[in-house]
Nanobody
Framework: HVQLVESGGVSVQAGGSLRLSCAAS????????MGWIRQVSGKEREGVAGIDSDGKTVYTDSVKDRFTVSRGDGKNTLHLQMNSLEPADTAMYFC??????????????????????WGQGTQVTVS
């Protein structure tokens, strides 16, 4: 049973920074596509950032130059460094993954439907 566990979500003032982390229970996703998806209650999920099997990254326009997605050294973890946070970034942030090799050339890493494994989410509140 694969688990993804997010951490790092807190309340922060606008302009501040946060680092979210996602730990996978197995090494299944060490070279898989992984991403961060966020959702505001009552609204559609929004893909924030993703990283493919080759380490290539993609971001939604609203977070480019502010957020950075990366894998941890052990590859079982995924991070999202968020800088210059804005109230519009307030949401529940979910870590997501899909097994197997994938490339951002053929997979839209900001599309929630591309992922088959999900964490429980961590709340980020920016005020």
């Amino acid at each position: 049973h694969v688990q993804l566990v997010e951490s790092g979500g807190v309340s922060v003032q606008a302009g501040g920074s946060l680092r979210l982390s996602c730990a996978a229970s197995t090494g299944t996703f060490r070279s898989a596509c992984m991403g961060w998806i966020r959702q505001v209650s009552g609204k559609e999920r929004e893909g924030v950032a993703g990283i493919d099997s080759d380490g290539k990254t993609v971001y939604t326009d609203s977070v480019k130059d502010r957020f950075t997605v990366s894998r941890g050294d052990g590859k079982n973890t995924l991070h999202l460094q968020m800088n210059s946070l804005e109230p519009a970034d307030t949401a529940m942030y979910f870590c997501a993954a899909r097994s197997g090799y994938c490339s951002k050339i053929v997979v839209d890493l900001t599309a929630a439907d591309e992922y088959g494994y999900w964490g429980q989410g961590t709340q980020v509140t920016v005020s």
